[in-house]
C-alpha cells in the first residue's frame, strides 16, 4: 500500500538523470539498445523538438515547453 506521507529532497532525482531513465535506460531495458534510446548514425531516428531546453528550467515550469517538432521512423509527424 502506498503511503501517505509526502516525498521529501532525498528522495529528488535530477532532470538529466530521469530523462536518461525514461529515454536511453527504457531502450536498454527493451533490449532495443543497440538501435534507439541514443542519437547516432545508423540509430532509429524517433526524437521530439522542444521549444526550449529542459535542463535549463525550472521544475515547475516544464508543462508550459512546447514541441516543436515529432520525427517517428525517420519521417516527420508532426511540425508546429
Same mark, same amino acid.
Given at each position: 500500500?502506498?503511503?501517505?506521507? #509526502?516525498?521529501? #529532497?532525498?528522495?529528488?532525482?535530477?532532470?538529466?538523470? /530521469?530523462?536518461?531513465?525514461?529515454?536511453? +535506460?527504457? /531502450?536498454?531495458?527493451?533490449? /532495443?539498445?543497440?538501435?534507439?534510446? +541514443?542519437?547516432? #548514425?545508423?540509430?532509429?531516428?524517433?526524437?521530439?523538438?522542444?521549444?526550449? #531546453?529542459?535542463?535549463?528550467?525550472d521544475p515547475?515550469?516544464? +508543462?508550459?515547453?512546447?514541441?516543436?517538432? +515529432?520525427?517517428?521512423?525517420?519521417?516527420?509527424?508532426?511540425?508546429?
Amino acid at each position: 500500500m502506498a503511503s501517505v506521507r #509526502p516525498g521529501g #529532497p532525498e528522495q529528488c532525482v535530477a532532470l538529466a538523470d /530521469a530523462l536518461r531513465a525514461y529515454i536511453s +535506460t527504457a /531502450a536498454w531495458q527493451d533490449f /532495443a539498445d543497440d538501435f534507439k534510446g +541514443t542519437l547516432a #548514425p545508423g540509430r532509429a531516428a524517433d526524437l521530439c523538438v522542444l521549444d526550449r #531546453p529542459l535542463l535549463d528550467l525550472d521544475p515547475h515550469e516544464i +508543462t508550459q515547453v512546447r514541441v516543436d517538432l +515529432t520525427v517517428f521512423d525517420g519521417r516527420v509527424v508532426f511540425e508546429r
